[in-house]
């Protein structure tokens, strides 16, 4: 996701000032957070999968973590795009929407700004 996000802020002449991996959905808000406080970053994109797991537990926490990307977007007043596929995500549905994802993530920043 990150080759396609990276192309697709190229084509859109938006520069990649700094990439932060967390090791899973609940840690993005924070991240998200420490981010958009700073004055030299005017947007930002989450990149990632949840998977559909055996119980409700992927869901309740996606739908948590996306309010919070939300929130955070409008406490900021900077354009977050979301390339978060799923809560809920079937295995067989994953690949092909990577790259899409990646690019609309990026393409809602660059149309935000």
């Known amino acids: ?52 797991g055996q119980t409700q537990h992927g869901l309740a926490m996606g739908q948590a973590v996306i309010k919070s990307i939300i929130d955070l977007q409008l406490t900021w007043n900077k354009p977050v795009g979301l390339g978060i596929i799923g809560p809920g995500a079937e295995t067989e549905h994953i690949s092909p929407r990577l790259e899409p994802h990646a690019r609309a993530a990026i393409a809602a920043i660059s149309s935000m700004s």
């Open 1 to 52: 996701m990150l080759d396609w996000a990276s192309d697709e802020a190229k084509m859109k002449g938006l520069e990649i000032v700094e990439i932060v991996w967390v090791p899973g959905a609940m840690e993005v808000p924070l991240a998200l957070d420490r981010l958009l406080s700073r004055e030299n970053i005017s947007g930002a994109a989450c990149l990632g999968i949840i998977e559909k």
